[in-house]
C-alpha cells in the first residue's frame, strides 16, 4: 500500500520535474547565420533586412542556412515599466515582430539572442526572473531560435536555470528552436538534450586556426574539445562547437575551407558569420558546397570520429546514411605532406566503395590499394565513400 501510494505521488511529481521540449525541430544540425562574428552588438534592423536580402540573393538560404539569428545587442538597455525587453528604439526602430515578419518574407526563419544570467556578455537585460514573459514575446514576435548565453550567471545552477526557459518556451507554445550557449561549462551534451536542440560545447571561437584569448580560442583548439562527445550527438541533440569563421580576416581560403569541411564530419550547427553581403566568390562557393553541406546534414545524424591523430595526417570517419562514409583528411601542420595510404587500414570500412572527391568534384575510382594526394598545410581532402553493390 505505502509503495503504491509512492508510485502515485511520484507520477504526480513527474510532468513537473520533467523538461519540456519541442520534438523534431532539428532533424539535422540547425544552419543559418548570425550577426555576431563579424559585428558584435553594433547591429540595426537595417544589418539585419541586408543580411536577409543576402542569404537569399547568395544562394545560402537555398543552400539550407535558413536561420537569420540576431546575436547580443538588439534590446534596449533598460526593461520598460512592466518588465517587458524592448528593441534599441535608434537601432531598432520598427520593432522585433516587424523584423519578423520581413525575415519570414524572405523564406527565412528568425532567431534571437539573450541569456540565461542577469544581463547578457554585452551588458544588455538578461532573462533571469523573466522567462516565462520573455518566452511569450518572442513567441508574439514570430521567433523560431533562440540562442541563449550564459553571462552573469552568478550561482545559478546551469541545469536548472536552463530547463526553466525551455519549459517557458514549451508554454508559450510556439515551437523554438533552443540553443543552450553555456561555453560548456557544465557538460551540457549530459543534460541538455531533453531541453534544448544543440548547445555549445566550448567558450568562443576566434576568427584564427591557433590563437586563443581569455575565453576564446581558434578553431584548431576547438576541434580537439569535440573529441570523445560523439555519443552525444544525434538528430534534435547536436554539439555545437560554435559559429563558423569561413571567410572571415584571419583566415586564409585553406584554413576556412577546412574549419567547413571538419565542421560537416563534425555534424556541427552551421552558423555563417561573416560579412555575407560583400563575401568573395571563393567564400560563397566553400558556404554553398551542397557536397560538403550534404555531409553535415546527413540524416543519420552520426558526429565524425577521430581515426587517426597523426601529427599533420589526421583522419576523421563519417558514418553516413545508406553505408556511405565520409572520410577527412588533415593537415594540422605548419608544411605540406604527402597522403599515401593503404584503404585496408581504413578497418571501419567494409567491402569496397567508390571515391569522390568532394572539394576537387572528382570520382576517383575505387577502394583498391593505395590512396595517394598531396595534401596542404592546414587543409583537407574530403572523400565521400559509396559501397559498390
Ligand atoms: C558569448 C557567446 C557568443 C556571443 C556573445 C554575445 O560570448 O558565447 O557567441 O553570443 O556572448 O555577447
Known amino acids: ?41 553594433k547591429i540595426s534592423e ?41 528593441p534599441d528604439p535608434e537601432r531598432f ?10 525575415i519570414h518574407s524572405k523564406g527565412l526563419k528568425f532567431g534571437i539572442h539573450n541569456c540565461a544570467g542577469t544581463k547578457t556578455c554585452s551588458g544588455y537585460p538578461g532573462g533571469r526572473g523573466h522567462e516565462f514573459q520573455d518566452a511569450r514575446a518572442y513567441a508574439s514576435w514570430g521567433v523560431d531560435y533562440l540562442k541563449y548565453d550564459w553571462c552573469s550567471h552568478g550561482t545559478a545552477d546551469a541545469h536548472e536555470t536552463y530547463k526553466t526557459m525551455g519549459d517557458a518556451l514549451y508554454s508559450a507554445k510556439r515551437p523554438i528552436v533552443y540553443s543552450l550557449c553555456e561555453w560548456g561549462d557544465t557538460k551540457p551534451w549530459t543534460w541538455g538534450r531533453d531541453i534544448g536542440h544543440l548547445w555549445r560545447t566550448t567558450g568562443d571561437i576566434m576568427a584564427c586556426y591557433d590563437c586563443q584569448g581569455a575565453y576564446s580560442l581558434g578553431w584548431k583548439f576547438i576541434i580537439e574539445k569535440q573529441v570523445g562527445l560523439e555519443e552525444f550527438a544525434g538528430p534534435n541533440r547536436w554539439n555545437d562547437p560554435d559559429m563558423l569563421e569561413v571567410g572571415n ?55 565524425a570520429t577521430r581515426f ?27 608544411s605540406a605532406v604527402q597522403l599515401q595510404i593503404d584503404w585496408k587500414h581504413l578497418t571501419f570500412l567494409k567491402g569496397q566503395y567508390r571515391v569522390r572527391d568532394v572539394w576537387q568534384k572528382k570520382d576517383l575510382g575505387q577502394t583498391t590499394g ?17 559501397p559498390v553493390r
Open 249 to 303: 580576416p584571419g583566415l586564409t581560403l585553406a584554413e576556412s575551407r577546412a574549419h567547413f569541411s571538419l565542421w560537416a564530419m563534425l555534424a556541427a550547427p552551421l552558423m555563417a558569420g561573416n560579412d555575407i553581403r560583400k563575401m568573395s566568390d571563393e567564400v560563397r562557393q566553400i558556404l554553398t558546397d551542397r557536397e560538403v553541406i550534404a555531409i553535415d546534414q546527413d540524416p543519420l545524424g552520426k558526429q
Open 308 to 334: 587517426m591523430n597523426h601529427p599533420g595526417k589526421q583522419i576523421w570517419q563519417k558514418e553516413l546514411s545508406k553505408g556511405d562514409w565520409a572520410v577527412c583528411f588533415f593537415n594540422d601542420g605548419d
Open 93 to 102: 526602430p520598427s520593432g522585433m515582430k516587424a523584423l519578423g515578419d520581413y
Open 370 to 386: 593505395e590512396f595517394r594526394a598531396p595534401l596542404a598545410s592546414r587543409d583537407v581532402v574530403l572523400l565521400r565513400l559509396t
Open 46 to 86: 537595417k544589418l539585419i533586412r541586408e543580411a536577409a536580402d543576402a542569404l537569399v540573393s547568395s544562394g545560402m538560404r537555398d543552400a539550407g542556412y535558413k536561420y537569420l539569428v540576431i546575436d547580443d545587442g538588439w534590446e534596449a538597455m533598460e526593461r520598460d515599466s512592466q518588465g517587458n525587453l524592448i
Open 1 to 41: 500500500m505505502v509503495k503504491q501510494t509512492l508510485v502515485v505521488f511520484l507520477l504526480a511529481l513527474a510532468p513537473a520535474a520533467l523538461a519540456q521540449k519541442f520534438e523534431g525541430l532539428a532533424p539535422t544540425p540547425p544552419m543559418g547565420w548570425n550577426s555576431w562574428n563579424t559585428f558584435q552588438a
